[in-house]
């Protein structure tokens, strides 16, 4: 063995200092070459030119933003897109996302400064057809069907770019990396090029990453630590409603989210989500229970149904939609010791209404309200929301930014908060009953009516 010389997996990358027959990394077998993957120098944001400055100095340095023109997207951004930033956008399959930045691609081409959208997925008339129907007929939208790396970056050479677009990451192949697309060498290598275009010449770039629910095998996962920001697409199928977060973001924070509603004329921006989410609600069903939670920094009303029902399985069933289902286990539990009521040999079905999945521990207590709502057929107040955390001993729990929840219930129309008794202070805007223990819910709960 040469010196220095080392082995590397053709399909993951894994390196050995010696020729194995089969990769520890990922299994394959006679996998391994002798000669290292060519890498284009990959540079972090620290490479051009750098010297040791003040951070004082540093910080004047700002980076540069350019609004998107969806303010949905920029607020996601934490203002727009940062001049050489590597973005990763991740989603299932169908979910949107050639939609999405198809839209902020017409909406950042001007003359002078094109938009390159590179599509390894559809050919160029198939993408020209989505543009004609998201109403884009920009010239200087550029289309580029393409999938060697090379080839790209040969073609980008004499352009200015405001922004690169690459639909898919795991369609796009890089020289000398032997595996097919979308392997884990590839997806690395691939992106290792679009870092060295964002970095050196300062442009923008989002790389469009398919993720499946079986967790993303060459996918997102493996770029996560490599990009800037990771943006994430995702919605419920059959549901209008799509929520873009963004997952890491080193220009900005993470807490933001927007709403997009998938139409027939592409994504639009929801600016009043919590008055969309409760557009179909029928008030004074028993089993619903108008939640406050709060996503990101955004407080966001809710409708949480419940639905329990006599359960004719000898293990009776559990179904959360939109929230977790351990969690809800746990609420039932905490129920049943502290109500005397029993769901054994009940089937629970729990839904958070419009597509939307939240992990809050805020929403616990209207959960806990909807379903003794259904459990006992009796309606919560029309005209009240309710929010809280509940523990394992039935206590009912503080939470997180309530002045902002409350405001944002009083703001439409609401007249009542059931929320935690700690939370109760300075409620001018609407009727706050504190509440200590999970089972003063039921005392809430309307008598029947007639
Ligand atoms: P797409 O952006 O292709 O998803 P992804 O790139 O994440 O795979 O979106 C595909 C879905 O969106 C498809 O089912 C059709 C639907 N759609 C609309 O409902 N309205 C529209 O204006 C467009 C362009 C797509
Ligand atoms: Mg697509």
Redesign the pocket.
Known sequence: MKEGELFFCAECGHESRKWLGRCPGCGGWNTFRNRPAPVKPSLGPAARGARPIPVTEAARACHDRTPTGLPGVDRVLGGGLVEGALVLLA??????????F?QVAGALASPGRPVVYISGEESAQQVAL?AR??GLASESLLLLPETSCEAVLTHLEPLEPRLVVV?SVQTMVADGVESVAGSPSQVRQVAARFQWLAKVRGIPVVL?G?VTKDGAIAGPKLLEHLVDVVLS?EGEPGHDLRVLRAVKNRFGTVAELALFS?????LEHVRNPSAWLLEDRQSGAPGSAIAVALEGTVPLLVEVQALVVPSALGTPRRVAHGLDGSRLALLLAVLERRTGLSFGDRDIFVNVVGGLSLREPGLDLAVAAAVLSSMIDRPLPSDAVVFGEIGLLGEVRGVSRAAERIREAAALGFARALLPERDTGGTAELEASGLRRVEELLRVLSPPSG
């Open positions: 989603g299932e399959p169908g979910i949107g996302k050639s939609t999405l198809l989505r129907r998201l639909d469009v398919h697409l998938m139409t027939g004329s592409g």
